[in-house]
């Protein structure tokens, strides 16, 4: 029985102690020797001395001693002298052989030094991450309070100014219109236009900047209906023009309801004006089914471009036609592009000078929730 | 006609020079008062400071009333303006530059009872003086202070 007991002991992978009531090794394995550089078969050797004062140690083993209450995973850490500091988790338990009626205590140790390193040092990598995390979350807020401060100012400040351009050249124009010739009116017709300008900039430049701050929420949303009631609002605006809009009946995307909406706003203005120079023009807006049932498409018969250019069409200010034949602030296009993008889509444009536009856009989050 | 009192808070000299002229042009034959940042007008409708004695019951016809002041700010004095009994009832008419999101829905939770963006384009702006005038000077029965 005895042999049998020392052959498990010896066996095991761990550092095992067989102490006596006076804390004194009666025997130890080989993975001990190995672990702790103890000249191979010592034994006789108290705990608390040897470089094994560990303190409460003493204590906790005299309580299973005296008990025979046991322990498990009792934790210290302690440097053992020409084996460097260790974190240990300890089990002991009292053992009374029938040879032997003292008590004895079995003590095993369980190094667990590397694992508890890895663990502090992924807590620290934690650590550091959540910090730097707050950081940037933190600069990121100040970045958008910024942000919103300088739209909020734009919005109020930039308007203004405008406003007093606008209204006192109006104001020169009809009250001393026989003060002025020619050439003087219509420098002041330049200065109202160019207000109204400037005007039109920063609405579309505010609108751009609040595409990227609120926060989508997904729904179904109709876009023949969408489509529908744009349409009405621009024939409402310029009831002469000779337009036929055909809207293919039952387009439906998961998407942001107010994105969407100016981004068809975008789209639909666009094909509306760069027709206005054609007796009769005619809008499409329908599924661009070989691309899959979340693309669509936006056709119009008029202007179009030099697809030469097609890669500058999505760029900020970037304007294809001149100002005086189609008004406009280039702002449009990239505002189209933003909205798709936050909607995980792309969008693409196909035309020929005087030959039409074709806008291919996808909303692929169809079943995002 | 003439104590239907017009209450314009505008900081701006610019605005105010443009909306009086507006006013002008459309005919508004009211009275106007100016008050130039939200404390004077705190003190205009509220009759302290300067206008101590003035009677808080004689409520003007219409206010309108710009965000972006000096001092007390145009969201502000909609806020006290509607927590006090005597003048809660004030149709008060928000006329701002912007019309970003949260000017407009704060105006309205606090009360507003109408929110006009001033449009840069003058003739813009007559055409709104003129509805404004037809509304709320002619169609719109103020609660009480003008005529009894």
New interface residues.
């Given amino acids: 029985m005895r042999a049998f007991a020392a052959s498990i002991v010896e066996t095991v992978r761990h550092p095992l102690l067989v102490l006596d009531a006076e804390l004194r090794v009666r025997a130890a394995n080989k993975a001990f020797y190995a672990a702790f550089r103890v000249p191979d078969g010592q034994t006789d050797f108290a705990l608390n001395g040897e470089g094994f004062d560990i303190p409460g140690l003493q204590d906790r083993l005299g309580q299973v001693a005296d008990s025979g209450e046991a322990f498990e995973g009792f934790e210290v850490r302690h440097d053992f002298p020409g084996v460097g500091p260790k974190t240990l988790l300890l089990n002991a338990r009292l053992v009374v052989s029938e040879s032997d009626p003292s008590p004895m205590i079995l003590l095993a140790i369980e190094d667990v030094t590397e694992k508890k390193e890895a663990e502090d040092g992924l807590r620290r990598l934690n650590d550091v991450l959540e910090d730097r995390m707050r950081e940037r979350t933190a600069q990121l807020e100040t970045a958008n309070q910024e942000m919103e401060a300088f739209?909020?100012s734009v919005?109020?400040?930039l308007?203004?100014?405008?406003?007093?351009i606008?209204?006192?050249?109006?104001?020169l124009l009809k009250s001393y219109a026989d003060r002025l010739d020619d050439r003087g009116r219509h420098y002041l017709q330049r200065v109202?236009s160019n207000?109204?300008r400037i005007?039109n900039l920063i609405d579309d430049l505010?609108q751009l900047s609040?595409l990227s701050q609120i926060e989508m929420k997904y729904e179904t949303v109709d876009l023949t209906t969408l489509a529908a009631s744009i349409v009405a609002d621009l024939r409402q605006r310029e009831p002469n023009r000779q337009v036929t809009v055909v809207i293919e009946p039952g387009l439906t995307a998961r998407g942001d309801a107010g994105l969407l909406r100016v981004a068809l706003e975008n789209l639909l203005e666009n094909a509306w004006k760069f027709t206005s120079k054609k007796p009769h023009a005619t809008i499409e807006v329908g599924r661009a089914g070989h691309d899959g049932p979340s693309a669509f498409f936006i056709r119009d018969d008029g202007a179009g471009f030099d697809p030469a250019f097609a890669g500058k069409l999505f760029g900020a200010f970037q304007r294809l036609h001149h100002e005086r034949d189609f008004p406009g602030t280039g702002i449009g296009l990239v505002t189209v592009q933003r909205v798709v993008h936050r909607h995980g889509g792309t969008i693409r444009a196909e035309g020929a000078v005087g030959n039409g536009a074709m806008f291919y856009f996808t909303l692929p989050h169809g079943d995002e929730p | 006609m003439s104590q239907k009192i017009i209450l314009l808070i505008e900081d701006n000299p610019d605005d105010e020079e443009l909306t009086l002229l507006a006013f002008q042009k459309c005919k508004v034959a009211n009275e106007v008062v100016v008050a130039r940042d939200g404390a004077e007008a705190l003190d205009y409708l509220f009759a302290t400071a300067a206008y101590a004695g003035r009677d808080v019951a004689a409520l003007p016809q219409v206010c309108l009333l710009d965000l972006k002041l000096p001092k007390v700010d145009g969201l502000e004095v909609l806020r006290r303006v509607r927590a006090d009994p005597r003048t809660r009832r004030l149709p008060v008419v928000i006329l701002t530059s912007s019309k970003q999101d949260q000017d407009l829905l704060e105006s309205y939770d606090l009360g507003a009872n109408s929110y006009i963006r001033k449009p840069v384009d003058f003739e813009r702006f007559l055409e709104a003086v003129k509805q404004l005038q037809l509304y709320w000077l002619v169609l719109n029965e103020a609660p009480g202070g003008g005529n009894p």
Avoid: I, M, T
Avoid at chain 1, 159 to 164: D, E, I, K, N, V
């Fill in positions: 739209c909020y919005s109020h400040d308007r203004a100014p405008l406003r007093s606008d209204g006192f050249s109006r104001e109202r207000s109204q005007a505010l609040r």
